[in-house]
C-alpha cells in the first residue's frame, strides 16, 4: 500500500537499534514528508446537494474487491432507514436525516474516514503502518499490521474496522481515499461516480474557498459551518449542510487535533527519563533498605 | 493537400461554433455592467474569467412556455444509459413558479441560450472544480425538485439503459408529449386571512389588485415554488390539490409582504374586518378610466408613502403640457375644422376636465355626447 513493509520496518528498527549501540546508521531516512503541504488534496461533500442514490458505496466496494452486488439493487431507499457505520464490508455509507432548514427534503449523508491533519491512528500505531501522504490521503500498511486495533479506539471519528470473521490474516479496513487511484491521477471512485457531485475532489484550500462562497451564496441553504475545516486541526474530507451537524450524527470534537491529549500524556510522563530514573532509584531504594536492615540483624547477633 | 483542408476546415468549425455560443461580438458596448459575468477588467477569449455562476440578474431570455421546444433530446456520451427524452415545454409550464426559465438557464448573456457545456465541462477531472461538471449540473437540476417530487432517485426514472434503447423512443416521446399542457394556474383574486394577531385578526389580500396595479410577475413573489407548493407530495398522482397549510415562522409568513410592505406597520394589513377592493373612484371620487387605469400608482402620486390627494387639473401631472403641441385626437375625439381653433376653456369650463364638455357658448341645446364636436376616432 504505502511504501512501507514488514521488512522496511524491520530495517528501521535495526538501524535505530545501531544507532543506539553507536555504530553508523548508513541506511538512516530521509526528512519526513511534507505532509501538510499547500496543495493536499480534500473532499467537500455537500449534503444539500446529495440525493442518497448510494451510487458511492457500490463504487467504493468495487474499486475495493469488496463484494458490491448489482448497482441497481442500490435503488431500495428502505436501507436509509435504519442508521449504519461504516465496516469492514463498507468502507463508506449513506445516512438519511429528516429535513434540515426551508425544505422538506431529506439530507442525505455519506460517512467514511475524514482523513484528518493530524490523524489519531498514525499517533496510535504501535508499528507504524499508519501514515498521512502528501496528498491527504491516511492510509496504512497491512504488511506492516500487527492487527492490534489501537487505530480503532483512537480514531475521533470511529472510523477504522476489522476483519473479525476472518480467522486468517483478518485485516483493518477504511476508506483509503482511494490511494490506488489517486496516485495513478484518478479521481476517487465514489467522487467519480456522484451524479450530483455532491462531491468536489480537489485542493483542500480551494474546497475550503469554494465551501465559503456556497454558503455565502445561499446562506438560507446552509448552516454557517464547515465541518472539518477547523474540527481536530482540519481533516481534509469536510462537510456542508443545512442542519446543524451534531443533529446528523457527527461527534462534537473541538479544534485541538486528537493526538495532542494522548500524545502529550505520553510523552510528559517519559519525559527525561523519568519513568526509569524514578524505576532504578525505587529499585535502589529497596536495594539499600534490605542492606541496612541485613547489617543491623547482624549486628544485632554480634 | 489534403491534411491542409482538413486543419482549414477544424479550425473553421470550431470558431465557428464558439461565436456561436458567444453572447455576440459586441456585447462589450450594450448596457450590461462587466463585473456581472466577469471577475477581471479585460476578459479575453483564453481567460474569461467567469464569475461563478450568478444565479439571479442575469437571465436576459423570457420566452412563453408555448414558444419552447415540446422536446429535447439530451444526448451525452454514456456507456450505461442512451439519450434521455425530456418534456422541455411541459417542465416550463411548471416552473413559472419556480424561477422560471432561469430555473435552468442561469447564466444567460443577451440573445442567444447558452449552452450548458458552455460553462459546465463534461469532465469530473477538471482545473475549475468551483462550477459543477456538466453531469451533476444536469443531474441537480432534475433531482432537487424530483427527489421532492417522487422520493425516487433512480437512474431509470429519467435514463433508458442501453440494451433498451430503440430507435423508436424518439418518435414515440414526440407523440407522446404532442399538446401536453399543464393545465393553467388559476389565479386567486382575494385572500382571506385569518391570523392570531389580536389588534387586527384579518388580512384581506387582493391578488389581482397586486399584480395589475404593481405589474408584478409570477416569480416576484412565488419565486421558489415547486410542485410541492400546490400537489401532495405523497400522492403525487393524485389530481387534486393539497389543502394542507404549510407551517411556516412568523418570518415566512411576513417575507413577501415586507419585499414591499418593510416601513408600513402592521395595522395597514391586520384589521379587524375583511376590507372591501381598492377602488379608485369610491377612495377618491375620481374615476380611472382608459389611460390613467393602466398605470401603476405610483406613476401620478409619487413614491412617497401615504399618498398624497391630487387635484383635478390636468397640468399638475402633464407639466409639458402645451396647447399648443396638444393633439385633441389622442382622448380618441378628433375635432372637427371649427372647434380645433376653439381654447380649451370655450367648451371645458373653469379647465375642468373631469366634468362633461359644456355647447352652451356657441350652440343652444345642444348637449354633449348626444352631440360631438368631432368625430370619434380609436385611441
Given amino acids: 500500500m504505502s511504501g512501507k513493509s514488514r521488512r522496511d520496518f524491520l530495517k528501521k528498527s535495526v538501524a535505530i537499534g545501531s544507532v543506539a549501540t553507536g555504530l553508523s546508521a548508513s541506511t538512516a531516512k530521509a526528512g519526513p514528508k511534507n505532509i501538510l503541504s499547500e496543495d493536499r488534496m480534500g473532499v467537500l461533500v455537500d449534503t444539500t446537494a446529495c440525493v442518497g442514490c448510494r451510487n458511492c458505496e457500490w463504487a467504493c466496494k468495487d474499486a475495493h474487491n469488496l463484494p458490491a452486488g448489482n448497482l441497481d439493487s442500490y435503488e431500495d431507499r428502505k436501507i436509509l432507514e435504519t442508521k449504519r457505520r461504516p465496516d469492514q464490508t463498507a468502507l463508506t455509507v449513506v445516512n438519511e436525516y429528516p429535513h434540515g432548514k426551508n425544505s422538506n427534503l431529506p439530507v442525505d449523508v455519506k460517512v467514511q474516514c475524514m482523513h484528518c491533519d493530524h490523524p489519531a491512528c498514525v499517533s496510535a500505531c504501535i508499528v507504524g503502518a499508519f501514515s498521512k501522504q502528501e496528498n491527504g490521503s491516511v492510509i496504512w500498511d497491512t504488511d506492516m499490521c500487527i492487527g492490534c486495533r489501537y487505530c480503532m479506539a483512537a480514531c475521533p471519528f470511529q472510523i477504522p474496522a476489522f476483519e473479525y470473521d476472518k480467522a486468517i490474516n483478518p485485516l483493518i479496513m477504511k476508506c483509503d481515499f482511494c490511494f490506488n487511484r489517486t496516485k495513478d491521477g484518478k479521481l476517487p471512485a465514489c467522487v467519480n461516480i456522484c451524479p450530483v457531485e455532491a462531491l468536489t475532489c480537489g485542493p483542500r484550500h480551494e474546497l475550503i474557498k469554494i465551501a465559503r462562497n456556497r454558503i455565502k451564496r445561499n446562506p438560507n441553504r446552509y448552516v454557517n459551518h464547515i465541518l472539518g475545516e477547523y474540527e481536530v486541526g482540519g481533516t481534509s474530507w469536510m462537510y456542508l449542510a443545512s442542519k446543524e451537524f451534531k443533529e446528523l450524527d457527527f461527534p462534537d470534537l473541538g479544534k485541538n487535533p486528537a493526538p495532542g491529549v494522548s500524545e502529550s500524556i505520553q510523552h510528559g510522563i517519559f519525559a527525561y527519563f523519568v519513568p526509569p530514573v524514578s524505576l532504578y532509584a525505587l529499585l535502589g531504594g529497596i536495594m539499600w533498605i534490605t542492606k541496612r536492615r541485613k547489617e543491623l540483624e547482624e549486628e544485632e547477633k554480634i | ?379
Fill in chain 2, 1 to 379: 493537400m489534403k491534411k491542409i483542408f482538413a486543419v482549414i476546415f477544424v479550425l473553421f468549425f470550431t470558431v465557428g461554433t464558439y461565436a456561436q455560443q458567444s453572447p455576440g461580438k459586441d456585447h462589450a458596448k450594450l448596457h450590461i455592467n462587466c463585473v456581472s459575468c466577469h471577475t477581471c477588467g479585460l476578459p479575453t477569449k483564453d481567460e474569461p474569467c467567469w464569475v461563478a455562476c450568478p444565479r439571479e440578474k442575469m437571465i436576459t431570455v423570457y420566452l412563453k412556455a408555448e414558444q419552447t421546444d415540446e422536446l429535447v433530446i439530451i444526448d451525452q456520451a454514456n456507456e450505461r444509459f442512451g439519450p434521455v427524452y425530456f418534456s422541455h415545454r411541459i417542465h416550463a409550464q411548471m416552473s413559472v413558479m419556480l424561477g422560471g426559465c432561469g430555473n435552468c438557464h442561469h447564466h444567460n448573456t443577451l440573445e442567444q441560450i447558452l449552452k450548458c457545456s458552455k460553462c459546465h465541462e463534461p469532465s469530473r477531472q477538471r482545473e475549475n472544480i468551483a462550477i459543477l461538471d456538466l453531469k451533476g449540473a444536469y443531474h441537480r437540476q432534475c433531482m432537487e425538485c424530483h427527489r421532492e417530487w417522487s422520493h425516487e432517485t433512480g437512474c431509470k426514472s429519467c435514463h433508458i439503459p442501453i440494451s433498451e434503447v430503440k430507435g423508436s423512443h424518439k418518435e414515440e416521446s414526440k407523440k407522446q408529449l404532442a399538446g401536453k399542457v399543464h393545465p393553467p394556474v388559476t389565479e386567486p383574486t382575494k385572500i382571506v386571512y385569518e391570523t392570531n394577531y389580536e389588534k387586527g385578526k384579518f388580512v384581506t389580500y387582493y391578488h389581482d389588485d397586486h399584480v395589475k396595479n404593481f405589474k408584478l410577475n409570477c416569480i416576484d413573489c412565488h419565486a421558489q415554488e415547486s410542485c410541492t407548493k400546490c400537489h401532495d407530495v405523497n400522492n403525487p398522482s393524485s389530481d387534486k390539490l393539497k389543502l394542507v397549510k404549510e407551517k411556516k415562522s412568523l418570518e415566512d409568513h411576513h417575507k413577501k409582504c415586507f419585499s414591499c410592505h418593510a416601513k408600513d406597520d402592521c395595522a395597514k394589513c391586520h384589521l379587524d374586518k375583511q376590507v372591501e377592493q381598492f377602488n379608485h373612484e369610491k377612495r377618491t371620487g375620481w374615476a380611472l378610466k382608459k389611460h390613467h387605469i393602466n398605470l401603476s400608482c405610483i406613476n401620478c402620486h409619487g413614491s412617497k408613502r401615504p399618498y398624497q390627494k391630487l387635484n383635478n387639473q390636468c397640468v399638475s401631472c402633464h407639466k409639458n403640457w402645451k396647447k399648443e403641441t396638444f393633439k385633441h385626437y389622442v382622448t380618441g375625439l378628433r375635432l372637427t375644422e371649427p372647434h380645433s381653433e376653439l381654447g380649451c376653456e370655450d367648451c371645458h369650463a373653469g379647465n375642468d376636465y373631469s366634468v362633461k364638455p359644456g355647447c352652451n357658448g356657441c350652440h343652444e341645446n345642444f348637449v354633449y355626447p348626444k352631440q360631438k364636436p368631432g368625430i370619434l376616432v380609436g385611441k
